[in-house]
């Protein structure tokens, strides 16, 4: 029975060796995830799945299940098939490579079995993978590729700008040429969505607005007849422009110009603020103790000159001449102190910029937002 079962065991070893040396692989590059079939058997990984030797079914799903890709395959012993699914749901043809090595960056170049790819890149700040492997930043050259068909994709802020097949051959150098043109921009900004709305609801806006107020002065005399009143009128309009600006976050919040000044970082326009701010306080505190001084000396005073019965002087007899000057002393003191504490305000200034220098500041903002959410610096300029 032990040798049954030992001598089953190794057939079953011998036929895998067997159906592994005879095996090709397919390979599956796609952009976005996607689900695979062979033969209507689903793979949950797809670098490399072992076939037998000819024809296989192959069929591709999206995530909402929608089939993007189906054909017949060729699959050839000891050698690789690839097929590239492209994002928008196409599908490049698939194509046999021999081998199935690992690619790397600067391995040794074979005259007989190895190649060179040359990236040129009209694009800054890429992300090579080479069949899936990272390469680097903004790689130029990639040396020491086995002969074959591989899977170029360049990333750019997280985006996949460029995904095709190439194919390279022994002891020849293959060049890529990866454009900048208006599509792969808008593939960028699409995927920049929060993004977007983040600067759409942060960004400034320096708004000018300009009013016209008329005002209309004149006389007239009119008399009263027996058909009616006759007389005389005169009267001159003017009319003058108003210019005024606010500044605007999101589109929807006045934050002034202190609220711009702490946005852009503008030292100058908030010290000018903190010194017309101690100024104000100074004359509120000094109104405001003016006021009180004269309310605490005067006010009872006052009472005792307006009661009937008083307190400080005998009653019955006329208010000293003292409590009258006490008196008047206390009510011009509060009178001054509340004016002094109530004109204080009318210190700050309507605004701290200019409208050229709100502007000019509330640029640079928006400018430093984009950068750092990512944005290119031609968005939203108009």
Known sequence: MK??????????????????????TLK????????????????????????APGTHFVRALNKEGAKIYSNIVTITAGEVT????????GAGQPAAAPGNQQVTQGAAVSQKGA????????????????????QGEDV??????????????????GVGIFGELIAINPGQTTSVLIKNDGQVAEKIMESKSQEREEYQSKKVDVIFTTNSVSTTQGASTLFPGFYGYYGYSSSV??????????????????IGDLGLANLAGNQNVLNRY??????????????????????????????DILVDKPFLHPDGTKAPDWEIGVATAGIV??????????????????HYYSVDAAAKDAQEYNRKLKEKLGLPESYDVK
Not at 30 to 43: H, I, L, M, W
Not at 115 to 134: A, H, M
Not at 140 to 157: E, F, Q, R
């Open 3 to 24: 040798t049954h079962l030992l001598i089953s065991i190794i057939l079953l070893l011998g036929l895998s060796s067997v159906y592994a040396q005879n095996a090709g």
């Open 28 to 51: 599956v590059f796609s952009e976005d995830p996607v689900v695979v079939y062979v033969d209507e058997t689903q793979y949950p990984t797809y670098d490399a799945i072992p076939l």
């Open 82 to 89: 690839t097929v590239l699914i492209e994002a928008q749901g």
């Open 115 to 134: 190649g060179t790819l040359n990236i040129f890149s009209e694009f800054t700040g890429t992300t090579i993978y080479l069949d899936d492997i990272k």
């Open 140 to 157: 130029k050259s990639v040396n020491g590729i086995p002969a074959g068909n591989h899977y170029l994709k360049v990333m750019k802020d």
């Open 237 to 254: 309009t003017n009319t003058s422009q108003i210019s005024d600006f606010k500044i605007i976050q999101g589109g929807v919040k006045e």
């Open 274 to 303: 903190a010194s017309i701010s101690k100024s104000v306080n100074k004359h509120v505190s000094i109104g405001v103790g003016m006021f009180l001084g004269g309310l605490l000396i005067g006010g009872p005073v006052l009472v």
């Open 333 to 350: 003191s509060c009178t001054i102190g509340y004016a002094i504490t109530m004109g204080a305000d009318k210190k700050y200034p309507r």
